[in-house]
C-alpha cells in the first residue's frame, strides 16, 4: 500500500513535534505534489506553513529589479 505524501509529512511532523527546532524541510522534484501535499497538510492539522522557495523567488525577483 502506497502512503500519501500529505500522510508522510504528518507523520515526519510527529516525530519532528520532539525536536527542538520542530523543522522538516520537504524535497522532491518539481511537480511531485510537495506544495499540494503542504497545504492539505496544514488544513489538516494547522501547523504553519512556510513555502521557502515561493519566499526565496519573491526576495531574489525583487533584488533583481532593484527594490
Given amino acids: ?15 519532528a513535534a520532539e525536536l527542538y527546532h520542530r523543522l522538516i524541510v520537504v524535497v522532491a522534484p518539481a511537480g511531485a505534489g510537495k ?16 513555502n521557502v522557495n ?3 523567488s519573491r526576495r531574489l525577483r525583487k533584488n533583481a529589479l532593484g527594490r
Fill in 1 to 15: 500500500m502506497t502512503v500519501s505524501l500529505t500522510d508522510q509529512i504528518i507523520h515526519k511532523l510527529n516525530r
Fill in 35 to 50: 506544495t499540494t501535499a503542504l497545504q492539505a497538510v496544514k488544513e489538516r492539522t494547522g501547523a504553519p506553513m512556510v
Fill in 54 to 56: 515561493i519566499k526565496l
